[in-house]
């Protein structure tokens, strides 16, 4: 069992920044990776952005160059740090990681741009 804990959300206005924490509640060493999600009102889920546990990162084209991923294994931590915000990123964001072959979920933290 893995428990992921966001934190970080809030409102900020367009063009600031936020960075969003997730801890696990084990070792994320052996988790071949993690990942940030997002969910709009009215939309569907869809990834923000994947780091491996080689740090290997792969980004929505909707965030390259705006969000950096990393993740701190001795904190068994992953960050996401959001700059030049726009309304349209918007959404609860969840963290992921997929272990023992189960999907888990962070139970997500809100973030308001306003413009």
């Known amino acids: 069992q893995v428990q992921l804990v966001e934190s970080g959300g809030g409102l900020v206005q367009a063009g600031g920044s936020l960075r969003l924490s997730c801890t696990a509640s084990?070792?994320?060493?052996?988790?071949?990776?993690m990942g940030w999600y997002r969910q709009a009102p009215g939309k569907q889920r869809e990834l923000v952005a994947v780091?491996?546990?080689?740090?290997?990162?792969v980004y929505a084209d909707s965030v390259k160059g705006r969000f950096t991923i990393s993740r701190d294994n001795a904190k068994n931590t992953v960050s996401l740090q959001m700059n030049s915000l726009k309304p349209e990123d918007t959404a609860v964001y969840y963290c992921h990681t997929y272990w023992v072959e189960t999907d888990y979920w962070g139970q997500g933290t809100q973030v308001t741009v306003s413009s």
């Open positions: 780091i491996t546990s080689g740090g290997s990162t």
């Open positions: 084990r070792s994320i060493f052996t988790f071949n990776y």
